[in-house]
């Protein structure tokens, strides 16, 4: 047990740093593999590779129509033209619920949480400007807006963190659904209402705006498909994905298909976006299969039978222990869809048997693995690290906040879910 003691704090550690996951995960994989006296090459060939294949052949192509499709919504304007008539609808002045509303519409429609940080956040700039609002919200604001409620608990959203479940429990996207809305309450409300109670402690003190030095506000630069059009691609997937019950692979391809008619004229710029999207989806693909790995070599050690069997002895109530599990998972490796493909890839199959045995519903252990891996945003988190490298804030200036919205609020609505899926209310 010392050795996954010593391996996570080493993963955490390394990843605190900025060092990439990629080269990190194996080699503290294999420092795992040593302590426990298993054989070296066999954890990493074996072990280590299988759970890394695994999850990659399982979720790669879900990774790369999600990454061209965003890219392609970010590249002909259209997730700007949606964000900037959100924005015009609610308003200069709550240019926080603005942020927020606009990335969780982006989020819902199946653009990537990557792609929707480098179309928000200009935006973002822009109505902060105006509000004469702190740039250390933003990051929290987007946060809140697109790594929370719409990735994990807002019934039928096609994030991958709402995906996973379903191979496990035979579900839909949209499993659990008055728990995902409670959830999403909880997330939303409370959320809005923390940063709009710091917006004002803040500027009390006296922060207020101060550009970036290296500003990229934009107003509106250049002509922008009309918002209806734009909005079209996000509703197509929604609808196919819960309304038709197709499967994520046809309901993106539909997507991508509708953003080239809708923006033939554009042809031009759609094999540079199809390639950066696909190359963005690799790495993205890589980092998590590695994060899996590790885990897979985690689960492979001898005492961690010991430690599943706490976990899972914790609470009588199995949504418990099930959302404990995911939960730290997920914040030991850095990524909610990492931590919940560990978890599901060890005890998948003994929460689908409890499922049955228990008599609670396959869709409440869905949507609570969904839940409780989001609410998992520590330091080393790699999609808040991308996120703080284009904001240009440190954690010290925004970190608190993204704390409470994107972790502690969160938690909350875990509880809330369990206590809903206990009485009956799924």
Known sequence: MLSIII????????????WSIIWVAPIVAGIVALLSGLDLMDAYTDTYMSGFVDFAKKWFPIFLLGAVFGKLMEDTGAAKSVAFQITRIIG????????????????????SLFVVVFAIYPIALALFKKADITRNLIAPT????????????????????NLIPMKTFGTTPMAGTFMGIGATIVMAVGGYFWLTWRQKRLASSGLHYIAPKNSTEVEKD?????????????LVVV????????????????GIL??????????KAFIPSVNEGAKGSVMAIINTSAAVGFGAVVTSVPDFDRITDVLLGFSDNPLISESLIVQVLAMITGSASGGMGIAMQALGDTYSGLAQSSGISPEAFHRMASI?????????????????????????????????VGLIIPTIAVFVAIIMASLGII
Do not use: C
């Open 142 to 161: 987007i946060v809140l807006g697109a790594f929370t409620f719409t990735m994990t608990s807002v019934p039928g959203t096609p994030q991958i963190q």
């Open 92 to 111: 200069e002045k709550r240019a926080i619920l603005g942020v927020l509303v606009a990335s969780a519409v982006l989020t819902y429609g199946g653009v």
């Open 258 to 267: 509708l953003i080239l008619i809708l923006n033939a004229k554009q042809y």
């Open 222 to 234: 250049g002509p922008l498909p009309h918002w209806i059009l734009s909005l079209l691609p996000l």
């Open 7 to 18: 391996g996570l704090a080493l993963l955490m550690f390394f990843a605190y740093l900025g």
């Open 372 to 404: 409780a891996s989001g609410a998992s945003i520590l330091p080393h988190n790699g999609a808040l690290l991308t996120l703080l490298a284009v904001t240009g804030v440190t954690h010290k200036e925004t970190y608190k906040d993204v704390f409470i």
């Open 239 to 254: 609808i196919l994905l819960n309304g038709v019950k197709w499967d994520p692979i046809p309901s993106l391809l539909s």
